[in-house]
Structures are given as C-alpha cells and as structure tokens.
C-alpha cells in the first residue's frame, strides 16, 4: 500500500535547547539562543492512555506525573462530555517544566492528529529556562514559591530595620 503524506505532521525541533540536570525542578530545558515570540520549538505526538491501564497501572508509576489531560472523544453531541483521558507526550513536552509566574512556552493539541505544539509566549533571552503551565492542581511543590521566601527575608530585614530606628 503507498504511503500517503497528505496528513503527514512535519517533525523539526527548533536547534539550540539543551537540557541541564541538576536545576531546583530536576532536569530542565534551556535555551542557548534568543527565540523570538511565536516561533515554533517542537511538535510530539502523544500516546493516548485507556483509562482502564491509567487507574491500574500508570498512577502507580513515574509516568503519572509525566502525563496531559487529553479530551475524550465525544460519541455524539448529546451525550454528557466524558472525563478527560490522559496521555504521554513523547518528546520534548514531557520534560518542560511548570512555570507559576512566567510561562514562556504555550501549547496547543492536535487532537485528531494526536500531536502537541509548543511555541514561543514572548521574546526568550539566551540562557533562559523553557517553562509551561501545567495548570492550578499541582502535585508538587512548586520551586517558583519557595524562591520568593529571600523576599519575605528581605521584608523580616526591613522591618527590623525600621523597629530599630523607631525605637
Ligand atoms: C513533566 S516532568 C518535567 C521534567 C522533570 N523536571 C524531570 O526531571 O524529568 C514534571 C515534574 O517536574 C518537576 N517540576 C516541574 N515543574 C516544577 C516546579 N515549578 N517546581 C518544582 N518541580 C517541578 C516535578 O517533579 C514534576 O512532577
């Protein structure tokens, strides 16, 4: 049977991320070079998970906190929208990390496709980390919060300062 490219998803990786192991949100990707907004970083299909094997299987592993919510297929319009299914990323999406504060990196699905695109949300420096948003419910404790506790210290600091000229 002959291939048909009609449909075919292009693959290319923007070139200059690397990906550094030892950062306060375990491994991470970072930018060796300015990425301008919009540009396109990478495109990976996913691996849409039963439910059945997600509630036996994956919750019980690493992968758990590695996959997406992906929409249900509808059956028809009618019906009640089902819940969420999940899927792994295979590629670069399952290693950004999330970012509470400043996601510079947004996403979108292709879900008939099953791929997920990953662009540019702002001019990116060189050296910057690549982060998303996974969204409100986190599973864990998010680094970008404890790295505001200098700030709370510099405003203990502060106002020590001020009881002292007070006193
Ligand atoms: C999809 S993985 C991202 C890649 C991961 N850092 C790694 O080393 O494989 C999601 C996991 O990364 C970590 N992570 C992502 N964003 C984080 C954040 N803002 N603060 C702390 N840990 C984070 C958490 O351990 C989370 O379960």
């Known amino acids: 049977?002959?291939?048909?490219f009609e449909d075919a998803v292009p693959l290319s990786r923007l070139p200059g991320?690397?990906?550094v192991s030892d950062t306060p949100k375990g491994r991470g990707v970072f930018t060796m070079v300015p990425i301008p907004r919009g540009t396109h970083i990478d495109t990976n299909p996913v691996l849409v998970l039963s439910p059945t094997d997600n509630e036996a299987h994956i919750k019980h592993t690493?992968?758990?906190?590695?996959?997406?919510?992906?929409?249900?297929p509808t059956s028809?319009?009618?019906s009640a929208p089902s819940q969420p299914l999940q899927a792994v990323v295979?590629?670069?999406g399952s290693l950004f990390n999330h970012s509470s504060r400043d996601q510079n990196?947004?996403?979108?699905?292709d879900v008939?496709?099953?791929t997920v695109t990953y662009r540019a949300a702002r001019d990116i420096a060189t050296g910057e980390e690549l982060c998303i948003s996974y969204g409100a419910r986190l599973t864990f404790v998010d680094a970008d919060a404890i790295s505001e506790e200098p700030e709370e210290a510099e405003n203990v600091l502060r106002?020590?300062?001020?009881d002292e000229l007070t006193r």
Request: a positive charge; charged letters at 10%.
């Open 159 to 162: 106002s020590i300062q001020v």
């Open 62 to 72: 690493v992968l758990y906190h590695y996959t997406y919510n992906w929409p249900a």
């Open 76 to 78: 028809d319009a009618a």
């Open 105 to 109: 990196v947004v996403w979108t699905r």
């Open 112 to 114: 008939a496709r099953g």
């Open 17 to 19: 991320l690397v990906l």
């Open 1 to 4: 049977m002959a291939v048909s």
């Open 90 to 92: 295979l590629g670069l």
